[in-house]
């Protein structure tokens, strides 16, 4: 049963635009997520993260919002750039728990 | 910056087979994982380790097996290839587990014909 869950599985943007990625979870024990992007026969590379005691983390031109009473989290990246281009992994841990739950990916694509 | 490796990065080989995925690294880390993954779908987590002599299997059955002993080597065996073993297996490492990121290897893509 798939916990987190990333509905779209594909998103293009321009380039310079803002480019948002969603996940949503079902697990209320779940109190860190993390956002990991992979390139094609690469390993995926953290990006950034927030605790469930947030509701929002910024890095540069990455920004990860954390809605708790909807089960939500997004990631916005602005300005998109095509080097952006890559499938970006939701991923979620309860406090206790020791295992990266993750969704299926969404593929984002940055059209010059 | 991680520093952790895996080989072989390809893996073609025949039914019966017994191979060896190969992970290391340098992070000196007590946490290693790995995890199997199938084009467009999620990671799933089949083993892990919190140090040397210790191995717990994780939320995905898997027919490999695992070892560690020593802090930075956490090689996966099948002692038996099979085409449903067909897959990526991602080996990650980590300070601590739940909120320290977990970073990834390179990954081993194999393909048992």
């Known amino acids: 049963d798939q916990q987190v869950k990333q509905n779209s599985p594909s998103l293009s943007v321009q380039e310079g635009r803002i480019s948002i990625l969603n996940c949503d979870y079902t697990?209320?024990?779940?109190?860190?997520f993390l956002w990991y992007k992979k390139y094609p026969a690469e390993g995926p590379t953290f990006l950034i993260s927030?605790?469930?005691?947030?509701d929002k983390n910024e890095d540069g031109r990455f920004t990860v919002f954390l809605n708790k009473s909807a089960k939500h989290l997004s990631l916005h990246i602005v300005p998109s750039q095509p080097g952006d281009s890559a499938v970006y992994f939701c991923?979620?841990?309860?406090?206790?728990?020791?295992?990266?739950?993750f969704g299926k990916g969404t593929s984002l694509l940055v059209t010059p | 910056e991680a520093d952790i490796y895996q080989t072989p990065r390809y893996l073609v080989i025949g039914t019966g087979k017994k191979i060896t995925l190969e992970c290391s690294q340098t992070?000196?880390?007590?946490?290693m994982y790995w995890y199997q993954q199938d084009p467009g779908m999620e990671l799933h987590l089949i083993h892990y380790?919190?140090?040397?002599?210790?191995?717990e299997k994780g939320d995905l059955s898997s027919e490999s097996t695992v070892s560690r002993i020593r802090t930075e080597h956490f090689p996966l065996t099948l002692e038996s290839a099979r085409p449903s073993h067909t897959s990526q297996y991602l080996c990650?490492?980590?300070?601590?587990?739940?909120?320290?990121?977990?970073?990834f290897g390179p990954g081993t893509r194999l393909t048992v014909l």
């Open positions: 990650a490492s980590s300070k601590d587990r739940g909120y320290n990121e977990q970073f």
């Open positions: 380790s919190y140090g040397v002599n210790s191995t």
């Open positions: 927030i605790s469930s005691i947030k």
């Open positions: 992070m000196g880390h007590d946490k």
């Open positions: 697990n209320s024990m779940f109190d860190y």
């Open positions: 991923a979620a841990i309860p406090n206790s728990g020791y295992a990266l739950n």
